[in-house]
């Protein structure tokens, strides 16, 4: 049975064709779509992992601290002044991750591409999470798509239901998408982890869902947790 189609607005949205491109070797030094700074839990302020980004010489990048993207506009000014010195910098996506509850579960949404400041999503860009009907994960992705941009969800083998349930009821739910190449173990040397980011990204195929990849970087490298 073939895999069900992209959505019109997937298909015309600018992330989807880099999310179509990803493989288990995009990240950490191509593609960066899930990682935190000092605007939320990470340990990075805004301009050092912009610095790293740069020094990667990765091509996509999202910024997605918990709950803000303060850091966003901090990023793009370092980017704009290495692109004004003539090198090549990232495309630099809006994002955050966002507390949702799903089938009875609390999972991390990653929202990405949305429009610069939309009203849609201003509370929960307040730092924390939000509570009763607004944590309902189909209320998050309804906001997301709203401000224009896509949902997928986060590291979905890290919760405490099975990630085939949790991709089937995030499916259900109109996410666009999952975080296929994640690295469950916190090697020292980022790697997608073995089996069961491959397992996710047939899952991922199998409901026409795209498949996203990231560090969720804490630490001081951008390559690794």
């Excluded at 090198?87 to 610069?116: K, M, N, T």
């Excluded at 309902?136 to 401000?147: D, T």
Aim: hydrophobic residues 40%.
């Amino acid at each position: 049975m073939p895999a069900p189609a992209l959505t019109l607005r997937q298909q015309r949205h600018p992330l989807t064709p880099v999310l179509r491109g990803i493989t288990p070797r995009c990240c950490p030094t191509r593609v960066n779509l899930h990682c935190h700074t000092q605007c939320s839990d990470g340990s990075l302020t805004p301009p050092q992992l912009a610095q790293q980004a740069l020094a990667i010489g990765l091509e996509h990048l999202a910024v997605t601290d918990h709950h803000s993207n303060a850091a966003h506009a901090a990023v793009a000014e370092v980017f704009q002044d290495a692109a004004a010195a003539g090198l090549a910098v990232p495309q630099l996506w809006r994002g955050v991750e966002i507390s949702a509850l799903l089938d009875g579960c609390l999972v991390h949404v990653l929202a990405l591409g949305y429009g610069d400041d939309h009203p849609s999503l201003g509370p929960y860009l307040q730092g924390v999470s939000q509570v009763g009907e607004a944590l309902r994960a189909a209320v998050v992705v309804e906001q997301i798509h709203e401000a224009g941009g896509l949902a997928l969800l986060a590291h979905p083998a890290r919760y405490r239901l099975p990630y085939q349930r949790l991709l089937a009821a995030a499916a259900a739910q109109g996410f666009d998408g999952a975080e296929a190449w994640y690295d469950y173990t916190m090697a020292p040397a980022w790697g997608a982890t073995p089996l069961v980011c491959d397992a996710i990204a047939r899952e991922l195929d199998k409901r026409g869902l795209l498949q996203s990849c990231g560090t969720d970087t804490h630490g001081h490298d951008l390559c690794g947790r």
